[in-house]
């Protein structure tokens, strides 16, 4: 599986400016930003341009300031992290368009590094306002899109722009394209997709894609209780999401005609609420009394998932099998998580909540493929064309 996009690696960049889309979507706590794994999966494509004598104009968003300038969520902090991480000056500008900010790009060097302000503080960057592509257009002579995690949005700064410079992949999306792609294409076999999380809804396109190329599919999380919903089991209080209860139905119904087995948990862990100091209760089934809620997988779910995941030939996962961020229900995510990083097949993980928690369970390193991205990752995975992606030039 190729990748069919214009890469970084073979555009003529040396005495050009690059106007290079990254995805410096970071959490920030009390001015600084707390985690700068994101901005660490930029470096590459950052220091290939230096190298090779570019000069640089990035531009990222932060949060959601909805197109007005919330001081709260500049970009400045980043520039800081980021010129301690390349070892050199970070130029910070003081709006994301207009003369002042032309005049800084046409003033840039070589290896030079000018940080845009945060582009959604521009009402047109969401609405792929064809001015404001323009305006960004102006501050350079050809254009890079690095931010994965934004690449499934049609925005100013993903695809607006792409139109009018020529449009490169950074070598960070060319790797998420590429290993993302390679699970549903050519995977090694047996191929197991886990899914966990709260919504059918979110993941009912993968499921519907994985019924077609998947071996086995693992369902964890809360949106398991859509699925028992449809078969008639009590769910008590535990988080049903309406809607995904007939789109669960479909899924059980369509199984059956596949070669693909939907598993669902044989067990579960249940409390009285959603806490830290709940009293967790095991269940053996999975019918859920009234006033308890299904809080987690139970430990045969979490031992026949460990049992499958270790005799595959390659893993996906997307999302936790329980309210893992809570102690006394986090060990369903953990087996997995464990398993995960133990197998020796190719193990690739779909962004948000299951990198949160390979994280935060010290396995983060153990995997072959971390995606930065969950919802562009979802997208891709379920087939979509990602705007960011086809708005480049062909390779």
């Not at 207009?98 to 302000?117: F, H, I, N, T």
């Not at 949005?153 to 950074?170: I, K």
């Not at 005799?311 to 995510?333: I, K, R």
């Amino acid at each position: 599986m190729s990748f069919s996009k214009a890469s970084v690696r073979d555009a003529a960049v040396e005495g050009k400016r690059a106007l290079v889309r990254v995805d410096f979507n970071v959490p920030l706590e009390d001015g600084n930003v707390a985690d700068d794994t994101r901005i660490r999966a930029a470096l590459p494509t950052i220091e290939l341009l230096r190298e090779r004598g570019a000069a640089l104009v990035l531009v990222s968003h932060l949060g959601r300031p909805k197109g007005k300038v919330d001081p709260g969520l500049s970009i400045r902090p980043v520039g800081e992290r980021l010129a301690e991480l390349i070892g050199a000056e970070v130029k910070q500008a003081p709006a994301v368009v207009g003369e002042e900010v032309e005049a800084m790009a046409d003033g840039l060097g070589a290896g030079e590094v000018l940080l845009l302000e945060n582009v959604r503080y521009e009402p047109g960057e969401t609405a792929n306002d064809p001015a404001l592509a323009e305006a960004l257009a102006k501050l350079a002579d050809l254009y890079v899109n690095d931010a994965f995690g934004a690449a499934h949005r049609a925005h100013a700064s993903t695809a607006g722009v792409a139109a009018l410079l020529p449009g490169y992949a950074g070598l960070l999306l060319e790797r998420e394209v590429t290993e993302l792609t390679r699970v549903v294409e050519s995977p090694q076999r047996p191929l197991v997709v886990v899914l966990g999380g709260a919504k059918v809804t979110d993941k009912v396109g993968v499921i519907d894609r994985f019924l077609e190329v998947a071996d086995e599919i693992l369902i964890g999380g809360a949106m398991c209780f859509s699925f028992f919903r449809a078969q008639g089991t009590a769910t008590g209080d535990s988080l049903v999401e309406e809607e995904g209860v007939k789109l669960a139905a479909e899924a059980l119904e369509r199984s059956g005609s596949t070669d693909c087995e939907l598993r669902l948990p044989v067990d579960l862990v249940l409390g009285e609420r959603f806490a830290a100091d709940a009293e967790p209760r095991q269940s053996d089934g999975v019918e859920v009394p009234d006033g308890w809620m299904g809080l987690d997988v139970g430990p045969r779910t979490a031992r026949a998932y460990a049992d499958v995941i270790a005799s595959a030939g390659t893993v996906l996962w997307n999302g936790p099998m329980g309210a893992f961020e809570l102690a006394p229900f986090a060990a369903g995510t953990r087996a997995v998580a464990a398993a995960v990083a133990a197998a020796p097949g190719t193990t690739v993980i779909g962004g948000g909540d299951s990198v949160a928690a390979l994280q935060q369970f010290g396995l983060a390193d153990k995997v072959d493929w971390l995606s930065t991205g969950g919802g562009a990752s979802l997208e891709l995975l379920e087939g979509k064309k990602l705007p960011g992606v086809e708005a480049l030039i062909d390779a």
